[in-house]
């Protein structure tokens, strides 16, 4: 596809600042046609960021001032990443197809939200600075009753359990040792609802040493 092609060579040869380049990138999707404006966002979300760039094009115009950045980020904190945030969740979890996630995104820099071409720039930017873009479309996962959740827990035997908890507390050499002892306690379950409760009880325990070692390097400061 033509658009490809624009933007690779342009990704892969820009030089500048953050701003100038997305505003670049910007135009050049905004001059497409309309039927290839999703698809063009789509490739810069998966390629933005990963594309390595020789040097070789300087962009010498400048776009913005220090102010007129400022402003935008303001706007685009306060009215825009909010709804972003909410149509990758949602999106992500009711399993939408890429390609329509991302023409929900370009209607939405598109919109009245952001009124001019520096804001809807920057945002663009913001969309491929998300932690969750590139999108996947993952879907919700198993859901359960408490009391489900609970008889579940009672049904997995005390041995993988107790297993467990002792693999956690063990200090191996590398990561693949600990965590190829998991996979034997996950696998020995019969079922998917049985290995989905155990991986909740893994991550639990995992998160909940996390915060333990955030909360002591804070009181060691």
């Not at 701003?19 to 390629?47: G, H, K, W």
């Not at 390595?52 to 400048?62: A, G, L, P």
């Not at 996950?186 to 290995?195: F, I, V």
């Amino acid at each position: 596809m033509q658009y490809e092609k624009i933007l690779s060579d342009f990704l892969s040869t820009c030089d500048g600042l953050v701003r100038d380049v997305f505003f670049s990138i910007y135009s050049i999707i905004e001059s497409l046609d309309e039927t290839e404006q999703p698809a063009a966002v789509m490739y810069v979300c998966e390629n933005a960021l990963s594309t390595k760039s020789d040097y070789s094009k300087r962009i010498e115009k400048e776009y913005y001032t220090d102010e007129q950045v400022e402003k935008a980020e303001e706007k685009i904190d306060k009215k825009f990443s909010i709804l972003l945030d909410s149509l990758i969740e949602e999106s992500s979890k009711n399993a939408v197809k890429p390609i329509d996630f991302y023409k929900a995104v370009w209607k939405m820099i598109q919109s009245s939200v952001l009124k001019t071409k520096r804001e809807r720039a920057l945002a663009l930017f913001k969309v491929v600075d998300h932690s969750l873009i590139p999108y996947r479309s993952v879907g919700m996962g198993l859901s359960m009753k408490q009391e489900r959740y609970e008889s579940i827990v009672d049904a997995i035997t005390e041995p993988v359990l107790y297993d467990t908890a002792y693999i956690l507390r063990l200090d191996y050499q590398q990561k693949t040792q600990r965590a190829s002892l998991l996979v034997d306690k996950l696998l020995s379950l019969n079922s998917k609802e049985e290995q989905t409760v155990y991986m909740s009880i893994v991550m639990h325990e995992i998160e909940k040493n996390i915060k333990k070692d955030v909360k002591a390097a804070i009181e060691n400061l």
